[in-house]
C-alpha cells in the first residue's frame, strides 16, 4: 500500500517514516502532504516549554493520559533543538520507561537538530501536518531550554504551556519579557517544594503588565503526584475557548502559516544560493573582491540576486 493511503488509514509506521522523509527533506513527504493538505486542521497544537529539568517530560505524559483516558488520539513530538539525533535517541530511556509507549492511541517522536538554518522548527512544522493527517486531536510540541529556537518552536502552536519551577522566581523578572509573552498558561511545578507560592505570584506579578485580553492563569503543579493536571488542562481548554470564541485561533494560526512561509521561502532562496546552481563560488570571488575593493557589499548582493533572476 501507498504511504499515502497508509498514513489516511492511521498506520503509525507510515507515520514515522514520513517524518524522517521530512526530516531529510526527501520530495515525496512534501508531495504526500500537498496531496492530503486539505486533511489538515483538526489537531490542536500544544506547545510545552520551559527550563531544562523543570519537569516537561513528566507534565506531558500525565497530561498525555488524561486525554488519551478520555479517547483522544494524541501524538507528542519532543524537540532538542541542541541535539544532533533524531528518531528516539534524546528522549532515551525517559520515553522508552513511559507506559505511554505501548498506548496505540498515542504517537511519541523526538526530533534533533538535524539539518542547518533551523532546521528543527521547519522538520517539526512538517511533522505536524503529517500528525495532523494521521487523525491526531492533539499534539503536543515540547522544547528543551530557553533560547531561539525554543521561541520558534513555538510559532507552531495553538496553546503555549510555559513551565516553571521553584526558586526561579528571582529571576524571572531577568527573563526576557518575549519568553514571558510566549506562554498562555503557566505552570509552576515541582510546587511540592518550598517557594512555589512566591514563585506563582511573581510570575503574576509579571503578567499583570500583560495587556492582552488573555490573561494567562498561573497553576500550581505536581507533574509527579498527578497534583493540578486536571486543572492545567482545564486552563487549556478555556485558552481553546477563548482562542476560537474571539477568532483568534485563526488569526494566531494565519500569523504561524506567515512564519512558516518566510521560513519556507527563505529556505528555498539558500538552497538556490547553495545547493542547486553552486553561486557559492561567485559568493566567494564576491567575498574575496569586497575585501580587496573590487566591489561594495552592496552592489555584490544586487549581483547575486540578478543571477538568481536569469536562472
Ligand atoms: N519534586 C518533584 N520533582 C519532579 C516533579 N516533576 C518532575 N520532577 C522530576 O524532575 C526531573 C526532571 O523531570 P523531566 O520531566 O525529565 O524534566 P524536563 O523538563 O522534561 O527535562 P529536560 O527535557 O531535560 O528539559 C525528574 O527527575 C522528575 O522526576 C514534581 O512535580 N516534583
Not at 478520555?70 to 533543538?81: H, L, Y
Not at 532546521?119 to 512538517?126: D, I, M
Request: charged share 30%; proline share 3%.
Amino acid at each position: 500500500m501507498e504511504l499515502a493511503e497508509r498514513l489516511l488509514k492511521g498506520d503509525r509506521r507510515a507515520v514515522a517514516r514520513l517524518i524522517s522523509m521530512v526530516e531529510n527533506r526527501e520530495p515525496e513527504a512534501f508531495e504526500i502532504i500537498k496531496k492530503l493538505y486539505s486533511k489538515t486542521g483538526n489537531a490542536y497544537v500544544i506547545g510545552i516549554t520551559g527550563p531544562p529539568g523543570a519537569g516537561k517530560s513528566t507534565l506531558t505524559d500525565k497530561l498525555v493520559k488524561k486525554l488519551s483516558s478520555k479517547g483522544k488520539k494524541i501524538a507528542i513530538i519532543a524537540v532538542d533543538p541542541t541535539s544532533p539525533f533524531t528518531g528516539g535517541a534524546i528522549l532515551g530511556d525517559r520515553v522508552r520507561m513511559s507506559d505511554l509507549n505501548t498506548n496505540p492511541n498515542v504517537f511519541i517522536r523526538s526530533m534533533g537538530a538535524r539539518g542547518h538554518l533551523g532546521g528543527v522548527s521547519k522538520a517539526t512544522q512538517g511533522a505536524i501536518k503529517i500528525l495532523d493527517i494521521y487523525g491526531a486531536d492533539y499534539i503536543f510540541i515540547e522544547t528543551v531550554g530557553v533560547g531561539q529556537s525554543e521561541i520558534d518552536i513555538v510559532k507552531t502552536c495553538d496553546t503555549t504551556v510555559m513551565v516553571m519551577v521553584p526558586g526561579l522566581g528571582d529571576d524571572i523578572q531577568a527573563i526576557k519579557a518575549g519568553v514571558m509573552e510566549i506562554g498562555d498558561v503557566f505552570a509552576v511545578n515541582k510546587a511540592d517544594r518550598d517557594g512555589a507560592k512566591r514563585t506563582a505570584r511573581e510570575i503574576d506579578m509579571v503578567l499583570d503588565f500583560n495587556k492582552s485580553d488573555w490573561r494567562p492563569p498561573v497553576e500550581l503543579v505536581v507533574a509527579v503526584e498527578n497534583k493540578g493536571i486536571d486543572e492545567l488542562l482545564e486552563h487549556i481548554q478555556k485558552h481553546r475557548e477563548y482562542l476560537e470564541s474571539t477568532g483568534k485561533l485563526i488569526e494566531r494560526r494565519i500569523r504561524n502559516s506567515k512564519f512558516e512561509l518566510i521560513d519556507l521561502v527563505q529556505q528555498k532562496l539558500m538552497s538556490i544560493l547553495f545547493d542547486k546552481s553552486n553561486k557559492e563560488e561567485l559568493i566567494n570571488k564576491l567575498s574575496k573582491d569586497i575585501v580587496d575593493k573590487i566591489i561594495d557589499p552592496y552592489t555584490a548582493t544586487e549581483r547575486i540576486f540578478n543571477e538568481i533572476k536569469m536562472d
